[in-house]
């Protein structure tokens, strides 16, 4: 079994930080792709930012150069940094990892795994 588990969230001003976590646990044998999502009232789940397991970023247009991501691989974590935030950043935010895990049987094999999500709140 693999858990992702998120933190961080919360209410925030216009203009404000907060900075998500998200830690993965469990049958781990590598964590390859990690990434955050949105999804807010009414519409589409949608990609935030993701990082690859050597480093590379990719980011959603509506945040580039105001949010970051990172990762530490020894902790099994992904963090989001985000910076001046505005209303439209509202949103459950999900942690998405890509994991090679095994079961009981000891059979490998590639899963895709979601946190629970947390709520990310920005309005005066």
């Known amino acids: 079994q693999v858990q992702l588990v998120e933190s961080g969230g919360g209410l925030v001003q216009p203009g404000g930080s907060l900075r998500l976590s998200c830690a993965a646990s469990g049958s781990i044998v590598r964590i390859n792709d990690m990434g955050w999502y949105r999804q807010a009232p009414g519409k589409q789940r949608e990609l935030v930012a993701g990082?690859?397991?050597?480093?590379?970023?990719n980011y959603a247009d509506s945040v580039k150069g105001r949010f970051a991501i990172s990762r530490d691989n020894a902790k099994n974590m992904v963090y989001l940094q985000m910076n001046s935030l505005n209303p439209e950043d509202t949103a459950v935010y999900y942690c998405?990892?890509?994991?090679?895990?095994?079961?009981?049987?000891?059979?490998?094999?590639?899963?895709?795994?979601w946190g629970q999500g947390t709520q990310v709140t920005v309005s005066s």
């Open positions: 990082i690859t397991s050597s480093g590379s970023t």
């Open positions: 998405n990892a890509k994991i090679r895990t095994y079961d009981s049987g000891t059979r490998y094999y590639n899963a895709d795994y």
